[in-house]
């Protein structure tokens, strides 16, 4: 016992503070499983809580709290690529001596096998992310013949992506879940529910799942914690997430500490007893993400700007807050670029006070610019998803629409048809309702995404621009230019997304109606939780008592 004792005592302080955490279960409730287990294939918020700990991409997003956690660290390549071409070829090494949860060796070829098997899985994120990839487009055409031998080279242990064009955000791209490698006895279907399929190299490996009552995690036993800020070793022994409660009790269980946290939202009805009664175990956190109106720029009435300006004026965003459940869950915002995203400045001129933040609808304002506009009596069609709080969202905007003289008509869709719906041109959608996730920092993945020119596609439910909106004389070279700023000059980069931003709420082209924020209910017995805008909760680093 003594030497024991002595052993522990001689530990650095960091590591006998983590001994002492180290055990036991951490317990997730959930309505419902979110689908397959393949990485490659589901981008489900729900999953990439789990994804994080299981699986390893050449970088990784660094598993911290605060501004940090969007940076980019080295994973399972020895330091972060070096870039030639100017963003044309990245070249790393990968590192020696890590194993698969199965036990087999990590091999430099497993690189170009687990691209291949993103297009041949048809992976959602293939041609968006890894389109830039030399020979993705054969591979787009025809999947099940998937070659990347001039996209990517191996010699030794060095391993050389050569892309089409510059992408300056290749090292975030490489830290998703889609680019996390997998050996080649994965196979290239996909995985569904046979996790007897999946491994990986994180602190935690896939050990059961049961669609309809729970999944499991437990420790990987051939895990090294070769790069902590990457994939730290963790602290509980299994990860389990529960299905097939409703909200309301998945909420009491964990009060009553039967389980640990809760992945869906919480009821809005429920949070004012949770900050009271719970107020230790609540953390309300600010999502990188938008809700907004997507207004139509090619067809009347908000093809006259004057239009568009008048409906930012006259919406009162407080009220939409109201209906999405109370500033508990979200925040006013008139402008593309959120809270806490790089290249975010505040900034507002779609308020009574006429700079951020927002204050107030001005609706004497927006009256008069509807009567300059020529517009009035001109029909809108609202287009909004059939949940609770799309339908109340919509129902409000008709009513403020009807009083500004429009004729506005609201239509309700099922969530995956609306979405679909709103993309297409050739339903001339004047207003649709749409959100935006963060899918990694960068505010090309939003501005260029949702506003660029290239990303208006007419007569297809695959068009994120939804507005339609393509300025080629301002707007796309300030973001073509702030781009390739971004790999050698960062800072000045940011300065050039601000001025985007500012152009395109200055030409509102959006109806932006607010940053929602996630509230995480977690039991008595977590400590150490930390949140990041990237990963969200990160299961790895908190532990049970």
Known sequence: ??????????????????????????????SSNAGTADPQVNATPQYLQLFQVTQDGLTAFRKSSG????????????????????????????RRGVRYSN?????????????????????????????VIDGAEPCLQNPATCTLDRGITVSGREITFHLTEPDTEWLQKLALPPAAL????????????????LVGTGPYAWASYAPVRQLVLRRNPYFKAWAPAAQPAGYVDRIVQRFGLGVEAEVTQVERGQADWVADDLPADRLGELEGRFASQVHVNQL???WYFALNVNIKPFNQIKAREAVNLAIDRGEVVRLFGGPRLAAPTCQVLPPGF??????????????????????????????ESGTKGNRVDIVVADDRVQKAIGQYILVVLLKLGYDPRLKTLPDGVQAAYVQNSRNGVEMGLSQWHQGYPAPSSLLDRLLGC???VPDSDASPNISGF???TTVQPLMKQAVTLGLTRPQAAERLWRQVDRRVVDLAVWLPLFNPKVTDLVSRRVGNYRWSPQLHLMPSLLWVK
Request: with cysteine; proline share 9%; aromatic share 8%.
């Open 470 to 472: 393509c300025d080629r």
């Open 1 to 30: 016992m003594l030497a024991v004792l002595a052993a522990l005592l001689a530990l650095p302080a960091g590591a006998l503070a983590a001994a002492g955490h180290r055990g036991g279960t951490f317990v997730m409730l959930a």
């Open 454 to 456: 290239r990303s208006f």
């Open 288 to 290: 990188p993400a938008d």
């Open 67 to 94: 501004p940090s956690a969007n940076s980019v660290v080295a994973d399972l390549a020895v330091r972060l690529p070096r870039t030639t071409d100017g963003g044309r070829t990245w070249t790393l090494t990968l």
């Open 342 to 371: 790089p290249g975010y400045t505040p900034y507002c001129p779609w308020t009574s006070g006429g700079k951020a933040p927002w204050s107030g609808p001005d609706v004497a304002r927006a009256e008069a610019l509807v009567a």
């Open 103 to 131: 036990g087999a060796r990590v091999r430099p070829s497993d690189v170009r096998f687990t691209f291949e098997r993103l297009f041949k899985v048809h992976g959602p994120t293939a041609e968006s992310l890894y389109g």
């Open 182 to 197: 997998l050996p080649p006895s994965v196979g290239t279907s996909e995985i569904g529910t046979d996790v007897s399929r």
